[in-house]
Structures are given as structure tokens and as C-alpha cells.
């Protein structure tokens, strides 16, 4: 047997792209409403790309998808159920408190109906991990003041809520760390832009793309939970071209991210830094801000 087989792709490149979502749990948050956050398996890659739902009847088809032997605690236990869990429950497809009850076809598969599901215009964020920007209090991109923002916009977006005061959106969080170069490459391209660089310049010096990021991940999960129109929240046409995937997916509206230091004095990320990574979007990515990129300009 050949040692090294583990360290093998599982699959072939040219195989469909598919998603499983593995695993869901309800996630109280600190300032807003519950949240489900989704863990997705993938024949491509071996990383754990998320889906954080804001709306307890946006339901994933692979998690929801009966299983040979299982019971229904191991339902539950994966998060494959109806309305929310409390300490007894034995029904993971029924939630008598809350009357709601879900289907299955002879095949498994949920049966999707207006009691169980929305086929509403969706509110959705594709993200790319940024873990400098979202977790080390990074002022070089606004990745981290975005996350938030769309998180805030689908926490008040309330239309059509079925339970209890929630928003309904999906964002998306795709494992791409630096526009896909890996944080490490990432660090480098930082001394670089510190050196003269651009971000895009910086990339390429490292002879990786300005933008190697890919959303067809992105698309594939928003199709397993059943997302069908989209609004997409973003400023990058490339998003939306490769969100889009009709008659299934359709991106319906771009809703803008517009930058709260634009906005806001007080508020949003305020760095020389940021300017200029904005600046490279605009300038050299196509991105669709519209705001004069020389204000608040720092020595
Ligand atoms: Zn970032």
C-alpha cells in the first residue's frame, strides 16, 4: 500500500463539486438573535467552510436528509431538527411546543413546504476567513467591520419571520485566508505593502494571483440550504458572477458595503492602511464603491 495515499486528494478536480453539511447548532450571541451555525464537509478540500443562518426554517437538504439507522436523538444530536431543542425532548422532526412538525419523502430527502421552509429573497454574505482583520484587530482591511456589519443587517432584517423575533440571512465563511495565499503568505505580502506595495502588486511579487479566492463553495452551500434568491452583500461584480448559477441561484439585488469610516467619523476603521486597501479595490479590482477614496487620509 502506498504510504503516502492519505496525503492524496479524495477526489479528482474535474468531480462536481458537492457539500455535506455535517453538523448544526443554535448559537445564542452576544448582540442579537440566535444564530445556527452550520459545519460544511466537502469532496475538494479538507477545510471546515461554515454557514452562520440567521432564521431557524432555512434548513440544510444533506442534514436534514434522513439516514439509514439513525434515531432521533441522533438527529437532534447533529442538529437535524425542528424549532429549538429543551432538556427531555425526545422528536427531533417534531417541536410540539412550537407546533411545527417536518416531512420526509420515501427517499429521506424533506419535504419542503411553507411551514418548513421560505423561498424569500435571501440576504446572504460570502465571507473569506480573515484572521488578521477579525481576530487580531487588524486596521489593514475592513474584512472584520464587514463581518459584523452583515450580521447586524440580517439580525434586523425581519421579514416573513416565522419564530420569535429573528432576521433571516446567511453568510457564508469560506476557509480562503488572504484572498486564498494562506495566512502565512499572507504575512508576507503585509511586509511587502510596508515595503511600497500594493495589495495586488504585493501578491504577485509572491507569484500568487491578485485574487485567488473561488466562490463556487460558496454557491454550493447556499444551494444545499435551499437559498434560491439572493441578496448578495457585497461591492465585487466577480462575487455575483460566480454566485449566480441560474435557474437554481439567482442573485437578485446587490445590497452595498459601504465602509462606516466614510459614513461615520467616529466610527469604522480610520488607517492610512485601510485607504489604501480600499483604494487597490476600487482602483484595480473593479469593485463598485463609489465614495472619493482620498478622504481621511492619514500622515
Ligand atoms: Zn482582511
Known sequence: MDPNSDL???????????????????????TGPDIFLHLYANNRDSKEHLAIV????IRSRTLFRRRPGETQQDRM????????????????????HLGLELQFGDDGDLVVDEHTWHDQKTLVRIHSECYTGETAWSARCDCGEQFDRAGKLMAMDREGDIIGGQ???????????GRGIGLGEKLKAYNLQDLGADTVQANLLLKHPADGRDFSMGRAILMDL?????????????????IEDPPYLHCVERVPMV?????????????????????????????????????????
Open 8 to 30: 492524496k486528494p479524495m477526489t479528482m478536480e474535474s468531480e462536481p463539486l458537492t457539500v455535506t453539511c455535517v453538523a448544526r447548532a443554535r448559537i445564542p450571541t452576544t
Open 259 to 299: 465602509p462606516l469610516s466614510w459614513t461615520h467619523d467616529e466610527e469604522g476603521i480610520h488607517s492610512s492602511e485601510v485607504e489604501g486597501y480600499l483604494r487597490t479595490k476600487v482602483e484595480r479590482m473593479g469593485h463598485l464603491l463609489q465614495k472619493p477614496l482620498q478622504l481621511h487620509v492619514h500622515d
Open 54 to 57: 440567521f432564521g431557524e426554517n
Open 167 to 177: 432576521g433571516r440571512g446567511v453568510i457564508v465563511y469560506l476557509r480562503q485566508e
Open 77 to 96: 444530536v447533529r442538529g437535524a431538527y425542528v424549532g429549538k431543542l429543551f432538556p427531555g425532548r425526545t422528536v427531533a422532526d417534531r417541536d410540539e
Open 226 to 242: 435551499g437559498i434560491e434568491q439572493v441578496r448578495l452583500l457585497t461591492n465585487n461584480p466577480d462575487k455575483i458572477e460566480q
